[in-house]
């Protein structure tokens, strides 16, 4: 669907969340926007104003002048709800799955027209993907989209090129993202396949995980072009069983985003994988990170989703085997190893 660009004029943007990939996506569009960020932390968020930069998350990377960033809730949305609709102000939560029902909880009394989200997993308690929870804590008036593709959040923010893409069943939104976030370094393309990017966007971290078990390993190439293949596959059975389109898991947010982010030693998840052949343990491992690693509760939350839905997904459950079982990354091999033959595509 063909949709414009290039914005006529700067707009207001408020970024809820004040991790690594919030923090990014703020200094990008505050190139061109006026973007205000709010983070929960009261003493971080005054020492983010004082150095210019979020030194615990993202050091180093310069907040530019259109970047203002705030610990006040009711601050940070009035920069979006006091600008008309007309001028199409965007909102963007920028919290890990964890903390997006307690966001929207905030956000629920005040009245809001529109949300994107950057999160990229299914919510560990309920399976929810982000979507659903959107639609259950906020009602279907409000219109949701998601922002997701391969997007490291260390080369974002120092302006290297990437390629998003937006998924909303609203064209309003679709427009909206796509003519305020494209543009500079940042290429947006958009879809209603909203299913397809989420699932795709929360089951590559699952992926990554094994990637970084079998390189750390030392199992070779082939052994990692082989998992990231596979994976795609049982991405693809997962999103299909959950009502996604089998072109989605071949785009930025299936299969680009689990090239990045299976290959790239920047990811989290990947470094979880290297951490468990080092023999630590998962929490030293997530605490060594100081980041979140959404692979870790969405694997339990996959797992438990594709045997109601009897969908296979065996590296996910060999990932899962490791991580909450007691199983050792060479057993997780093994298995995967041991497993009968089948017929690819099917
Ligand atoms: N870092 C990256 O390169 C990218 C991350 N993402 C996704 O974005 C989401 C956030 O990731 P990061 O920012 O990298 O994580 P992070 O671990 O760097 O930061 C998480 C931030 O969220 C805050 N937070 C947690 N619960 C919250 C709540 N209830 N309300 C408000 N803030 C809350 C934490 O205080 C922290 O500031 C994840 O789902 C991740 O998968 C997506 C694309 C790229
Ligand atoms: O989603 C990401 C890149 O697109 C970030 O991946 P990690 O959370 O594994 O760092």
Redesign the pocket.
Known sequence: MPTSASPLAPRKITV?????????VAIALAARHEVLM????GG?MQAMAHARENS???SGCAFPAGLQVTADFDTALAHVLDTPEAEAPLLI???????????LM?LKPHAISHIVW????FEGDTGLLPHQVVAEVLGDQVAGGAL??P??????ARGLPCALTVASRSDMLRERVVSTVHGGNIRVYSCDDLVGVEVG?AVK?VLAIATGVADGLGLGLNARAALITRGLAEITRLGIALGGTPATFMGLTGMG?LILTCTGD???NRRVGLGLVQGKALDTIVAE????A?GVPCARAVRALAHKLGVDMPITNAVAGVLFDGGTPKAMLAQLLARDPRDELS
């Open positions: 809820l969340g004040a991790g690594a990939w919030g923090t990014a709010w983070g929960r932390n971080a615990a998350y993202l939560a920028a919290c890990p799955v964890a903390g997006l029902r307690p966001l905030q950057l999160c990229k997993g997701s593709g997007s490291f959040a260390q080369e974002v966007g971290n985003d920047l990811s989290r990170l100081g980041h979140v959404e």
